[in-house]
């Protein structure tokens, strides 16, 4: 008879082989805690063998105690079977401590260096990957190596002792009784596999299913969703869609509960039948070698636990697929290359003066069509430097070149005359402060919020920094004032509000460099200006980089740059760009616009 075939779920045999992973590499996970592996093992391997000795008990006492009425080997044999069931119970309940610490250590290693890492990568990585693909690895794929860890090794150990141990058991007591085992058990475990693969790949289209159900409720009855669903008018479009889907899911869940219920139709025929078989083949003179009843009993019950067991390690290959497709989705991650990184030797700038230099820079996103061209830009210390430009001329794009959030193509960016690239991430955090124009807030208490940016940070710095952002007054107004929850992405506060938050946040830092990129665009004019003024007046003594479409906003810097299809056209102040009649003037329509 064939061996029954083990067949892995194809997105597992494709992911390993998009991204293939070394057995060593996964062992070098359990090498700091072989130790506790070793004893694991050793546990499993010593429960197996004292548990086989349970039977023997079983054909003592039927054999020799109760015909003999042999009290003393009765109680002694009855003792047994009670140590050997405590033994068991005591070594299972030490073997799965110590495996689920060991598993739990390694989980928590792989959680810590995963999410690390992935703090680690550019925005790009993030623009290309979904959100929800990175919750899933961190989450979902890691929290399922647990059982990897807990379940596979351990009952493949478990399971070959097992096999091992017991067909040496049946061999002992009877050797007729082993040959017929050998050959009923492969047909019946081929039956009860083949029904059990029918179930999996219903239980996997299934899941596939209730993966999509999910996505349909995340993106329908999500804050964003519903509201795009109302103004669409696409309500009723959607609910049909989750119906069909719950449709078609309920159709899955009758097929899976009938599958469910023929294999364990079969498995009880199985069970049920070979037992029937082995007493049909003991009472026949020419099979039964004299064999007694306690013996009969005896393999019966050996016999019964070997079926199992034999399951799990004709299993063994698709959960090794299965595992291994785990870690290497993991790995994936942990390989990815890191494109901003700390340099090996970070530059210290323990006095900063706050000057900026752009020379010669240039940048392109995935070598695709240049974003900027050769801009050179000088930001003297305490300056104000404004980009303007149409949509897509590259000011954003700029702006993250200051703060490392993107690296040059060519060229660099200094400060105080050291390149960005030289100086560690946190250095670099802790001199340039961003209010990028997409808000977004966590969802925590004001007060944590803000003090996200300056762990430390007392509450009277806290109320200071919302001071200066014009928002104190809006939080001072709510109940529970700074203990407010901001709720999912901060929506229970206006554009407005939120904007004024995170310009609070990032003033607590007290960065000597900001980058305000559209930093007053949520706001209506009566709120820009008193958020303008307080700008103003944290920008004094410091260099600030403003983009911004509304040029009233930046009427007063220092500097005005032109960009146009990522290079600089223009450069001066606005009285001096508005009399040369170019593009800036053309912006703020002093002139007609060029055709």
Do not use: C
Request: hydrophobic share 45%; glycine share 8%.
């Amino acid at each position: 008879m064939p061996r029954p075939e083990t067949r892995p779920a194809a997105a597992d045999k494709s992911q390993l082989e998009r991204s293939p992973v070394s057995f060593r590499r996964v062992l070098a996970l359990f090498r700091p805690h072989r130790l506790q592996v070793g004893t694991v093992m050793a546990l499993i391997v010593l429960s197996s063998l004292i548990a086989l000795a349970t039977p023997f008990l079983v054909r003592t006492v039927i054999d020799d105690a109760l015909p003999h009425s042999d009290v003393r080997l009765l109680a002694w044999a009855v003792a047994g079977m009670v140590a050997v069931a405590a033994s068991t119970a005591l070594l299972g309940v030490v073997q799965t401590w110590l495996s689920t610490t060991v598993g739990q250590k390694v989980m928590h290693g792989l959680r810590t260096s995963v999410f690390t890492h992935l703090q680690r990568q550019s925005l790009g990585f993030f623009t290309r990957t979904r959100g929800g693909e990175v919750q899933s690895r961190l989450t979902n794929d890691i929290g399922s190596m647990q059982s990897v860890v807990t379940s596979t090794a351990t009952s493949l150990a478990s399971n070959a002792t097992t096999v091992v141990g017991t067909v040496v058991a049946m061999a002992a007591l009877s050797w007729r009784l082993s040959l017929l085992s050998l050959v009923v058990l492969p047909p019946a475990i081929w039956l009860t596999r083949k029904v059990a693969l029918m179930r999996r790949e219903v239980t996997g289209e299934r899941q596939r299913r209730m993966a999509d159900m999910q996505t349909q409720v995340e993106e329908g009855l999500s804050i964003s969703g519903v509201q795009l669903g109302k103004t669409l008018g696409t309500g009723p479009a959607q609910s049909q869609r989750f119906a069909r889907t719950s449709e078609e899911l309920a159709a899955l869940e009758v097929r899976s509960q009938l599958a469910g219920r023929w294999r364990m139709a079969t498995m009880s025929i199985v069970f049920a039948g070979i037992p029937a078989l082995i007493y049909l083949f003991a009472g026949l003179p020419a099979t039964s070698g004299g064999m007694t009843i306690g013996t009969l009993v005896a393999f019966t019950a050996l016999q019964g636990t070997l079926f199992r067991p034999l399951m799990g390690l004709l299993d063994v290959g698709g959960q090794l697929v299965t595992s291994m497709a785990l870690f290497s989705r993991v790995f994936e991650y942990l390989d990815l290359p890191v494109d901003i990184d700390d340099p090996a030797r970070p530059v210290a700038l323990p006095h900063v003066r706050g000057e900026v230099r752009l020379e010669h820079v240039g940048f392109s996103y995935d070598g695709g069509r240049p974003a900027l061209t050769d801009v050179d830009l000088v930001v003297p210390a305490g300056s104000t430097l404004a980009l303007v430009g149409e949509t897509g001329s590259g000011k954003s794009t700029l702006a993250s070149l200051v703060s490392r959030l993107n690296d040059v193509t060519t060229g660099r960016v200094t400060i105080d005359g050291v390149d960005v690239r030289d100086l560690s991430l946190a250095e670099l955090a802790r001199v340039v402060g961003v209010v990028s124009q997409e808000t977004y807030l966590l969802h925590t208490t004001i007060r944590e919020n803000l003090r996200y940016a300056k762990p430390d940070a007392t509450d009277e710095e806290i109320e200071q920094a919302a001071r200066r952002a014009q928002v104190h007054q809006v939080i001072a107004a709510l109940p529970d004032g700074y203990d407010t929850m901001v709720g999912a992405r901060g929506h229970r506060f206006s554009g407005g509000e939120k904007q004024r938050l995170a310009i609070a946040r990032t003033l607590l830092r007290d960065p000597r460099v900001l980058v305000l990129d559209e930093a007053t665009s949520a706001l209506d004019n009566e709120t820009e200006r008193a958020v303008q003024a307080a700008l103003d007046e944290v920008a004094r003594g410091r260099t600030t980089i403003t983009i911004a479409h509304r040029l009233s906003t930046v009427r007063d810097a220092d500097t005005i740059a032109v960009l146009d299809h990522g290079r600089v056209v223009e450069q001066g102040t606005h009285d001096e760009l508005v009399a040369a009649g170019g593009r800036y003037a053309a912006l703020a329509g002093a002139v007609a616009v060029p055709a």
